[in-house]
């Protein structure tokens, strides 16, 4: 398996904040060992695929989307069910890219009226973030460095920046992931412009 160490916490954050604001919330997952909270739409999904599909399937009508999920970029092009031996040698594993569901989703005439993607940097944070805003057409990115050891990846707490389309760039402070998805969602609703 090749997997990354997301927890789900900040998606989840992010439900739990849009229930409290009135939202109708369906929560697409991966493997995780959390509740969902409590009036959301839960998918349950275990791979890149299964992922894509429930994104696509749900976004119609749909009025923002948070991609919050740590989705892997590349796949195993083949996978086994059974052990591989060690007395086989090293096995050779060759990987393949997974869909772009992100950019799918842009692309997609049903897609949401606001995008908000998500980037775990390990370096060179900003411009990586930000050429994935311009790359994918996003409205908004959160972008957070990975291989800081109190945000990110296992950890209740997160220290993002938050990149819009219009070029405000604001850097926010460590905060739990609920507070974190709080500073979101209000930025969200701003764009969807309710309340103006």
């Known amino acids: 398996m090749i997997a990354n160490r997301s927890s789900g916490k900040q998606g989840f954050a992010l439900a739990q904040v849009a229930l409290d604001l009135g939202a109708d919330v369906t929560l697409v997952t991966g493997p995780v060992h959390l509740s969902a909270p409590v009036g959301a739409h839960r998918i349950d999904v275990t791979t890149a695929t299964e992922m894509r599909d429930a994104v696509l399937s749900a976004i119609e009508g749909t009025d923002a989307l948070l991609m919050a999920a740590a989705v892997a970029d590349f796949r195993p092009v083949e996978t086994v069910k059974s052990k591989i ?69 296992a950890v209740d707490t997160n220290r993002v920046t938050l990149i819009q389309a219009d070029g405000v760039i604001e850097e926010l402070p460590l905060l739990s992931k609920i507070e974190v998805a709080e500073e979101i969602m209000e930025r969200v609703v701003k764009l969807l412009g309710i309340g103006d």
Request: proline share 3%.
């Open 85 to 153: 031996k060690r007395r086989k040698g090293l096995p050779e594993v060759q990987l393949e890219s997974t869909d772009d569901i992100l950019g799918l989703v842009t692309s997609h005439s049903d897609a949401p009226k606001v995008v908000v993607g998500f980037a775990a940097e390990s370096q060179d944070m900003i411009d990586n973030a930000r050429a994935k805003l311009e790359e994918k057409g996003l409205d908004m990115i959160v972008a957070n460095d990975i291989t800081a050891a109190d945000s990110g990846f």
